[in-house]
């Protein structure tokens, strides 16, 4: 089943799937339907993709608030799909090259894809390598360009391709014509209510009975009940290193401390 | 007749129709009167420049929606006329080049077709060519330019060219001046109401006893009675995927199923 | 006389009037009033260059609507005037070239006028040479700055120059100081009223019993009485293509459904 | 006496004078106060360089409408002080070449003067010098900075210096800083009433009795009573063309029939 | 303990530790409990990095207006970690590199951390490694985006990482989504009050007896009672110019004049 | 006595002072308090630099109106100070280089100033150094990013510097955060009431007798009391020039002819 080869993270053989896992480092948590919905939904994708004739190539966005879990969703979908051709195309791997440079190492990552049967890209964090910045605006046209026609275009004959972009400026790539040029688009929402308490519950990083407690110092010192995955968890990590054995329960005081020290200092 | 040819995509001798009738994956399908105009006035428009002998040029802009089918209908003409030079200039063969390498590869091939007694020259996705964002807005002014005086510059003497553009932004063209510089202008609308139906009829793609409830499907979930071809054929494409056999009708479970995964996400 | 000349296009010894006459297809009408007194002007020009001693450089600009027949009357008045120098400078001929280059061909033209005792230099199309685009707005200032200096710019002693400029954007030309830097400013107005007539009438391109339908159908499917003398030889020559014998007059048939295609698809 | 000079346009030993007469084709007419105020004003600068001690260095802004007489005023106040160095800097001799090369080109003109004991250099028609446009507006800031500095820049000791700048666009140079930054602003007007008439009345170039009513149409159909010298040299010589002596008055119908046909077609 | 240990300044083994400490030339003065919550803070996170498993990167953004205090903060908590690679990112060693060789060189620094087990990285003043400046606004985009995602980026397997960013524009970061790229952000704030005092205090700077009329003095010449550690320590430097004795306290003349001085003439 | 060695302008041994004294072609005059408190706190800061152990380094920022006389306040002051390294960075020995050049040359300076124990560096003109245009308004970021580092950059131990910056365009580097990098901002004034009188009265430039009326032509012919000293000083240099004796007083009628003059073109 998806869900089990999601957390398992089998690597696909004969496709660098390294840099994908190290999108993971927190692993996957089935936090509840919202999760449950976002992963159906690229399962489905990606066994079209596999076995449709008439639709070699399929896009799909996943748009959000910082944090809240895209590119571990599209790594996770990508290593799941087993495919022999999956890789990340990440603003980390071209630090300080030239908007053209960069242009050429996307569309070469497309040129290799195209000679595999069956492909997985992930176009991660879009508005940065589109050198994005909202004053201005700012960005690079060159680049734009080069994704608005590769996420178009159609693979050579016989060869399929699914297309996972991410994004957390979803209102900036819409007047770019970026979002609707995608196939799909899916958005990857910060956890709320229940959400909070599952991710926390999870690996039993509480205590069952500190577990309420934990939430509402949670809630009380955020201002907010709606919290990105990615931060809930570093929070957690700050909260959990003065602990005597690495894996036991977080106590309530290091918790208490540790928000009442970030919501001091914002 | 001309629309038999149209559906038949003859491949004219001598010129390179393989690009072509990719942009035709699903065929032509005759979805009523605003279809046949379409095809009819094109197909005045390959003739005249054939025969006439004072208009050794012509030009013709095909404007409309995002996938309303603009580019199936210029390959579908370019290949039907037979003109022993056709040929699409298409952003997806110029990604990551620059305006400059861009701007001569466009000159080359209108310097190719001059040499030719009869030529064909697709402008594919014009506002791609130009490398056009709406933010600023920004477009390369060296490329419009070069369009700009390809568009309006006479053939040497015994010359005969017919130019399609194809636009889904004609609204951005006409400030330009572009729209005005093409001889006539056609526009490409999306299907509406029993343009809809005629093409999910087409080739028994669902049951005949389904038709009614797919489309009434199709308008609750889509919110318009109004969609482009293209979008129509990928869903149908999506729905067909869990066939047994790949040619038989489209349950209306997968259809509803598909179409409200879509509805759901967006 | 002057208006024979122009008619008869005879090309002056030593001077390259191919490019010229090239830009008069469909030869030169005389269409009226409007029309004598423009190519009256230009013969005085042309004259007061040839004698004046005092005047060695004269500058005049056409402006008017796309199509109303600037460039062939700039063209015919070149050739009629037999200067051993007379070159048009066309966008035409500089498709893809750099700004910089551009400017230079452009100086070069200038350049070698100054050599012979009498020239003309057309600068066809302005807009288009100084690759002007409504949007920004955006234009070569380079290029500008060459035209504005060569406009004013005295040749050598012996030597006598008259340009003349063509452009459909007169209001644009207007605060970029090249307007007044013309010496004289023509205004080239579209055809209107007996001027339609005029022009269909020539040629016996319709039987005379026909003329007044035709141009009541003209005016009913153009929504206006005012069209440039360009469009409408264009139209007559698209409805003459179905024609047994290609000189015969047109029929009302094939003219009423040119007009009404057209009006149909703008 | 300084006028005399003025007319007699004696070439300075050792300076090259050739171009500065060229701006004087039409000499110097003495039209009234106004421009005797002028070459006054430009007398007593140039002798103040040549004579005192710790003014080595002197500039004059000459700034008016389009053709009322800068550049020959500049001229010809250069060529009468016969300072061993005079040179203008003029739009015309850089066409096309860089916003780089021109600001070398000035600065070497700069350096030359340098080293002559006393030197005039005319920064003529400084708004073309800038590559200015209204639109945008746009410059050359290099170019800009160049003259800014230049304009102040002291002469190395021994050395004396007069920079006499022309424009037509005095309200532009005001917020670029270089009209404040000339030592002395001077307004060269058009000419106005009696003034008008003492251009027409000199080298006899009416008839006595003809000359009341030769005003009287130039007002009429200029619709103004102003008129820059130059565009009024031109008419005059337009009208003058169809003379049997060249020399001879202009007559009446001539002049009435240039001014009727300019006023027609603007 | 680290209050003692930022105060002592212990070169780390193996760490060039010179530019770091140089940005603290007046050592660091105990100022009261603000300046204890931000020490502390910085302690927690330096100790954070040093043991978590999980959260082998941290970023703190030091943020506050001009002279505060930040880089010498910054200094300190870098010196005081003892981690064997500790370095500063400053402006002042890349006057006049262009954009992109800033790019590399603060892009290699985080190279030579990745490469060390523990590192500490300093980018200080980062409105000023973006060239930034309020006219426009312009800025460096390609050393942001270097920002961006260098903040981001997660080291290789086994190093650990915490970068330390000063800056006295924080709301100019913010629009560029810096601010939020780091995952704890500190306000320094100017001196306030007491903490005026006890600077002034400290190191015997002023005879106890004159403390209160000192104090007195600059709140009313400074027309606020808030200073900027920078400035007060400048001022009582240049107080103590004349003094016989480097090190005795500042006489209330001294103080009182250099205070006047500077009022006057701001 | 420092006003004393302002005048006399004893060049420092080993410092190039020519560039310096040539910024005093009037010499310094003496003209009241408003001088005096300028010319101390310059001696102040001087003294500072060179005994103060902990503030190695000092920048002051003259900014006043164009010709109150800072560049030549500047230059004394550096003169005076005996300083082994004393240099002015001037626009006038940059004419015509590029932006990187310019910072370049200007980070030259400061590097051979880092080399002498005790150094003044003048930057002359900043706006211009800056190549400043208030149309836009246009600047080199270039060259302001080396400034703003340069001006606030510690000279390596045991080295000492003092910067003096002068500008007519304070409001300008107000937003570019110039004005605020300096350490101490002095204000330029131009001449008012009792001081223009003293400029005049200095050299005995006017008979005693006179200089009542003399102050009063100027005073109504300015239309103000205020006028910046080079401004004064060059109108009586004007007035100075038709004097028998290079040295006598200047007449009354010499006086109010040149003031009128100017008057009349302005
Ligand atoms: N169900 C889940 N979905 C996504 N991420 C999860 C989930 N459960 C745990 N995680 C962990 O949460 C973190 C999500 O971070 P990730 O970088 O994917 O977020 P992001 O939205 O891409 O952030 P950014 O907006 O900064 O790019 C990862 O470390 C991942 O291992
Ligand atoms: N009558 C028809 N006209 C046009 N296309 C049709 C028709 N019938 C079927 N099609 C199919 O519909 C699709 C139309 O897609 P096409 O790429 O031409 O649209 P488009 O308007 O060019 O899209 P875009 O705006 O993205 O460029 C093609 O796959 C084509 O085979
Ligand atoms: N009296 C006339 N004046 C001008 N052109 C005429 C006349 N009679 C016939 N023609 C024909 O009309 C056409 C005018 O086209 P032309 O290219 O000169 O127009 P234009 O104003 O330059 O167009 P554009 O604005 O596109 O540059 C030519 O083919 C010319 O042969
Ligand atoms: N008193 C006069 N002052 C100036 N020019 C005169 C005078 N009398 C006759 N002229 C003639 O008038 C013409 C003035 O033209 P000039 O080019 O100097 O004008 P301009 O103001 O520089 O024009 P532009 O604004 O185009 O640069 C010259 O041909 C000159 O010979
Ligand atoms: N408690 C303290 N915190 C910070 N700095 C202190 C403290 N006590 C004394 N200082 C001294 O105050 C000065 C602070 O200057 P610093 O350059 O760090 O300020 P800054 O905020 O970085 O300034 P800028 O905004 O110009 O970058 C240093 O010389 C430092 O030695
Ligand atoms: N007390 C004085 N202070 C300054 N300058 C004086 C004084 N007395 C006489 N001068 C003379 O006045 C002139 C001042 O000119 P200076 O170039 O220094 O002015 P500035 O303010 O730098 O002008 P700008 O704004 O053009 O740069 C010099 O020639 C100098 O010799
Ligand atoms: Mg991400
Ligand atoms: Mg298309
Ligand atoms: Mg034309
Ligand atoms: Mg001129
Ligand atoms: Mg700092
Ligand atoms: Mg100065």
Redesign the interface.
């Known amino acids: 089943d998806f869900e089990a080869a999601l957390s398992e993270v089998q690597p696909a053989f004969g496709a660098n799937t390294e840099n994908l896992s190290?999108a993971m480092?927190?692993g996957i948590i089935d936090y509840g339907d919202a999760y449950r919905?976002l992963a159906n939904?690229l399962r489905?994708l990606v066994?079209?993709v596999q076995?449709?004739?008439?639709?070699p190539m399929m896009s799909v966005l996943l748009e959000g608030p910082?944090g809240s879990g895209k590119t571990a969703l599209a790594a996770s979908a990508a290593i799941a799909s087993q495919f022999p051709f999956a890789k990340i195309i990440s603003?980390?791997d071209m630090?300080?090259y030239?908007e053209?440079s960069k242009?050429?190492q996307i569309?070469k990552v497309f040129e290799d894809a195209y000679k595999s049967p069956l492909s997985i890209v992930v176009l991660d964090d879009i508005e940065?390598l589109l050198?994005y910045?909202?004053?201005g605006?700012?960005?690079s046209?060159?680049i734009?360009?080069?994704l608005?026609?590769?996420i178009?275009?159609?693979p050579p004959a016989g060869r399929k391709l699914l297309i996972i972009g991410t994004s957390s400026a979803g209102d900036v790539l819409e007047?770019?014509?970026l979002s609707?040029a995608f196939?799909?688009?899916?958005?990857v929402p910060a956890l709320r209510g229940a959400e909070v308490e599952a991710v926390m519950m999870a690996d039993s990083s509480f205590a069952e009975a500190d577990l309420r407690e934990a939430v509402e110092t949670l809630v009380s010192l955020c201002g907010s009940a709606v919290v990105p995955v990615k931060k809930l968890l570093?929070w957690m990590?700050?909260a959990?290193?003065e602990l005597a054995e690495?894996n036991g329960p977080i106590p309530l005081e290091a918790w208490q401390k540790v928000l009442r020290?970030?919501a001091?200092?914002?």
Do not use: Y
């Open positions: 190290k480092t927190h919905h939904t489905t066994s079209q076995n449709s004739a008439k639709t910082s603003p980390e630090v300080g030239s053209q242009g050429s569309t940065r050198e910045v909202a004053i605006p700012r960005f046209n060159a734009l360009q080069v608005l026609v590769l178009k275009k159609q007047p770019m014509g609707s196939n799909v688009q899916l958005h570093l990590e700050m959990r290193q690495p020290d970030l001091n200092t914002r």
